[in-house]
C-alpha cells in the first residue's frame, strides 16, 4: 500500500506533535512493507532526510499566516497527481484542500487537536480551522480523533461517525546524569515543563504557582517562544529558580525526562499530549490541568489541578515535593498505565486495518 501524508511540516520530526505522530506511523508502516510519502517544507526540514519514508517538499509562500495554507495546498495538487492508495491529513488547516486529493483517492482525515480554540489564533485564522474542519469532514472517508472526549466532540459537532485512535507512547531510553549536570542540574531535584510558550499551555499559571510555593528547587522550561509577546511575560515575572533552557530534543530531553522528579503541565487545550504520554512512559510523576483530554491518557494516574488555579497547583507541587514514596508511586503507575493502552505497534495497526477498509469501498 502507498499511503501519502499531508499536514506535518516533515521529517526527521523535531518541534511538532503532528510531526512526531506522522513519523511514528511512517516508521511502523514503512516496517510493515508499506509505502509512505511525507510533504513536508524545506525550512522545517533543512538538510536533513527522514530514515524512513520518501519526503516531498513543495512550495509556499513564508509569513505565519501562509505557511501552512499554502504548502498544504501544493501539497494536496501534488498528492492529487500521484498515484497512492491513500491520503491521510492532519489536522484541520492542512484539510482546507482536502477536496483536491479526495478527487481521486480516498481520503482519512485525523483531528489532534481543537486547533480552532487556540487562543494564539486570530478571529480570522479560527474561522479558516473551522471551515477546514468542516471540509476535512466531507471529503474524508473517515475521520480518527487521538481522544475519546475529542472524538465525542466532533461527532457532536459534524454529525458523523470519528473513529478513536490514539497517540502511541513513545519507546524511550533513560539516560545518565551527564546531559543534566551540565545544565547544573541535580537528579531528582528539579520539575520539569515541556511545549511551546503559547497562551493555552498555562506556562505563566505555572510560573505564578512557582513563585507561591517558593521551593529551592529550579523548574526547567524546556519550550519554544512560539507567542513572542506571551513568553515575554513570563520571563518578567518568572523567579531567578525558574530555567528557560529552549527547546530541547533527543538525548537532551531524555536526559530531562530521566532525572526530573515531576513533569507539570498545566495547559487548558490538549488532544491527546505527547509531552504527557513521554513523561508517564519514563515513569515521571505528572501535575496536569484537569481537562477530559488529560483525563483520556492517564486517568487516576496523575495528580489533577482545577485549570487557571495557581494557588491549587502551588499545593499539589509543594505536597509531590515533599513527598517522594507517593511521587513514585504515582510515576510508576502512568507508565504501566501508558505500556498497556497507548502501544505502538497496535496504533499502527489499527490504522492500516482503516486504510484497507476505506480502499476496499472503492
Known sequence: MRIAMI???????????VERVVEHLTRGLTARGHEVLVYGRRHYVGDRRPAEGRLILTPGLPGTSLDTITHSATASLDALLRRVDVVHVHSPGPALWSWLPAMRHPVVFTVHAPDWRREKWSRTAQTALRIGLKVGSRCARAITAVSPSLAADLESRLGKPVVCIP??????????AEAILALGLQPGRFALHVGRITPEKRLLVLIEAWAKANLDWPLVVAAEEDVAAYAKRCRAIAPANVRFVGPK???????LYSHAAMIIQPSVLEGASLVVLEAASYGRCCILADIPANRDLLGDNAAYVQPDDSAALAEQILRYKNEKGPRESLGESARRHVREHFDGDGVVSRYIMLYERIGSAG
Open 7 to 17: 499536514g506535518s511540516r516533515g521529517l526527521p520530526a523535531g518541534v511538532g506533535g
Open 249 to 255: 530534543f533527543g538525548r537532551e530531553l531524555a536526559g
Open 167 to 176: 497517540n502511541a507512547a513513545p519507546d524511550v531510553t533513560p539516560q545518565s
